[in-house]
């Protein structure tokens, strides 16, 4: 019984229940849910944009647009940190068919038409008084 109770003994029991993880009565030093050996901890991924897309029911295409920019100029009211620029229109069986919704051509400053895609006459910033520019009536 002695000889249980040496050192090389212990340092035996230690390494074993670190192994075990703390499992089994190990005590270990990992824990019971985190393992001796792990890669480690990723930094956190930067936000990434995703895409909703919502069905609705219209007459024509033309019909389709026009509900479309509506619906997505209210999102942008009630939600702000939606990408109004980046909506898009397209068949319901054929997303691969997306057509741009808004103008989103970039100004001097670096800001983008708010306008939408193929209007006619200047540029528009978005909100009231925005800037304008390029050519048009």
Do not use: K
């Not at 930067?46 to 389709?64: E, I, K, Q, S, Y």
């Not at 939600?79 to 919704?101: F, K, T, V």
């Amino acid at each position: 019984m002695r000889e249980q109770n040496e050192s090389r003994y212990w340092r035996q029991r230690r390494a074993i229940g670190a192994l075990l993880g703390g499992r089994a009565g190990g005590g270990g030093v990992a824990g019971p849910d985190r393992p001796l050996l792990a890669p480690p901890p990723r930094a956190p991924r930067p936000p990434r944009r995703f895409t909703v897309h919502l069905g609705f029911l219209a007459a024509d295409a033309d019909r389709a647009r026009e509900l479309a920019v509506a619906y997505a100029e209210g999102l942008s009211l009630l939600r702000p940190e939606l990408a109004l620029g980046a909506a898009a229109l397209s068949p319901a069986d054929a997303w691969q068919r997306a057509e741009r919704l808004f103008c989103g051509a970039v100004g001097p400053d670096g800001e983008r038409c708010a306008d939408v895609a193929g209007h006619p006459g200047f540029h528009h910033a978005p909100g009231p008084g925005g800037l304008g520019w390029g050519g048009g009536d």
